[in-house]
């Protein structure tokens, strides 16, 4: 298991930037993907942007060429630069972990406790 921090949320006007951070308690550099997900009130969990551990991305069709994830491995750290916000993305952010278990041939997910983003109109 991995433990994971969030922060850097807050409240923000649209067209304005945040920048999400995630630390985690051990190295991150092995472990298989990191990401951001979201949750809006009233709304299933989604994903917002992946990377994996050789560095593929993947990013949410709403987010993109506006929110990048990066990761500094001597750091421990997962970042979202958020630009050019919008109202519809307010949400609760959560960092996620996965990292394969050789005990159970699966994906063990850890997640942060959520730091809030709130875009105002």
């Known amino acids: 298991q991995v433990q994971l921090v969030e922060s850097g949320g807050g409240l923000v006007q649209a067209g304005g930037s945040l920048r999400l951070s995630c630390a985690a308690s051990?190295?991150?550099?092995?472990?298989?993907?990191m990401g951001w997900y979201r949750q809006a009130p009233g709304k299933e969990r989604e994903m917002v942007a992946t990377?994996?551990?050789?560095?593929?991305?993947n990013y949410a069709d709403s987010v993109k060429g506006r929110f990048t994830i990066s990761r500094d491995n001597a750091k421990n750290t997962v970042y979202l630069q958020m630009n050019s916000l919008k109202p519809e993305d307010t949400a609760v952010y959560y960092c996620l972990a996965k990292v394969w278990s050789v005990l159970t041939y699966n994906y063990l997910n850890s997640w942060g406790q959520g730091t809030q983003v709130t875009v105002s109109s």
């Open positions: 990377m994996t551990s050789s560095s593929a991305l």
């Open positions: 051990r190295s991150i550099s092995s472990i298989n993907t």
